[in-house]
């Protein structure tokens, strides 16, 4: 277990490094971030949000494209404020009167009054679900804290949401990737588990290994080329061979119908434990290496005979067996 526990935390470096760098180079964060926040504010209000001089900050519009894309995230306090800023600059639905514009320093209690003026005016009538959102939280605030407050609360619950998105996509892309890498490098779990129950010397020097890498912080998933040195010097039946092979060879390529059903399972269930991520696999390897480590704990050496050994000789018997 601590040799295939091994094998998935290196595999899944390699395939979180590669999926950082997708992430990157296609912006998924940035796509979620902006999917999480039309769901808040509408498509109407959303472009205005990204356009606003607080959140256009965030973003590089030096770097040449695909990188000057919108911000990978928003903290809520930002978000508040610009939102609240977006109210305030709104104009009435047609038909309302305009809202007059507040002092150029206004007060707490006078930003709070106009807030709840404007949305009273259906300032946000393009934006209902944001509007009615506002108009329940500043009428229920007490003062202008209150009411960012609850707006915070409103935004980071939203963002808890978008997180779970992004963590299901993350986990879809892990094994994608996975299934890719495993097969190209045949990491089939049931030849690699038949390895180490059988090679004595294989899974040692595995396991050493493996107890090396617990003993100390979790490995940077940036580090990929040491990662693949390690698979290299695992001594496992990782690679393809061509050609014919001997029938006990795990690297050779499948040749009827049983043995292909085999050879995809195994490379599923290793596909399918890199999609759980290098984290889960750390302390998973942590946890088993420690048991290993921990051993049978030692019994106390008994230093004589209890009292009352020569008058109770049954018991005494009965002791020394337990």
């Known amino acids: ?26 912006g998924w964060r940035s796509t979620y971030l902006e999917r999480g926040i039309r769901s808040l504010l509408g498509a109407a209000l959303t472009g205005r949000f990204f356009e606003h001089n607080l959140i256009r900050g965030l973003r590089n519009d030096e770097a040449k494209l695909p990188f000057n894309r919108k911000p ?10 610009t939102v609240l800023d977006l109210v305030r600059k709104a104009q009435p639905s047609s038909g309302e009167p305009p809202v007059p514009d507040a002092p150029s320093v206004p007060s707490d209690d006078v930003v709070l009054k106009d807030v709840r003026q404007r949305l009273e005016t259906g300032a946000l009538a393009d934006a209902p679900l944001l509007g009615d959102a506002l108009q329940v939280f500043s009428s229920a605030a007490k003062d202008l804290d209150d009411f960012k407050t609850r707006v915070d609360a409103w935004f ?3 963002m808890s949401r978008v997180s779970g998105w992004y963590k299901r996509y993350t986990s879809l892309m892990l094994f994608l990737i996975g299934l890719v890498l495993v097969s190209v490098i045949n990491a089939d779990t049931i030849s690699i588990a038949s390895t180490l129950w059988r090679n ?24 990929v080329r040491d990662q693949l040195r390690e698979l290299d010097e695992l001594n496992l039946p990782l690679g393809w061979r061509l050609g014919a092979g001997r029938q006990a060879d795990p690297t050779r390529w499948p040749v009827n ?3 292909y059903g085999i050879k995809l399972l195994g490379l599923l269930i290793t596909a399918f434990a890199l999609s759980f991520g290098s984290a889960f696999w750390f302390d998973l390897l942590k946890k088993f290496v420690g048991i290993r480590s921990s051993g049978a704990e030692p019994q106390p050496a008994q ?11 049954q018991r005494l018997e009965i002791v020394t067996r337990t």
């Open 303 to 313: 230093t004589g005979p209890p009292s009352g050994a020569a008058e109770r000789p």
């Open 156 to 158: 980071e619950e939203a």
């Open 72 to 81: 990978s995230y928003v903290s809520a306090s930002t978000f508040t404020e």
């Open 257 to 259: 119908l049983p043995e």
């Open 200 to 223: 004595a010397a294989v899974r040692a020097a595995v396991v050493e290994q493996a107890g090396t890498v617990a003993q100390g912080d979790q490995p940077d998933p940036d580090q």
């Open 1 to 26: 277990l601590i040799g295939i526990f091994f094998l998935y935390l290196l595999l899944s470096l390699v395939v979180s490094a590669i999926n950082e760098g997708f992430a990157g180079l296609f």
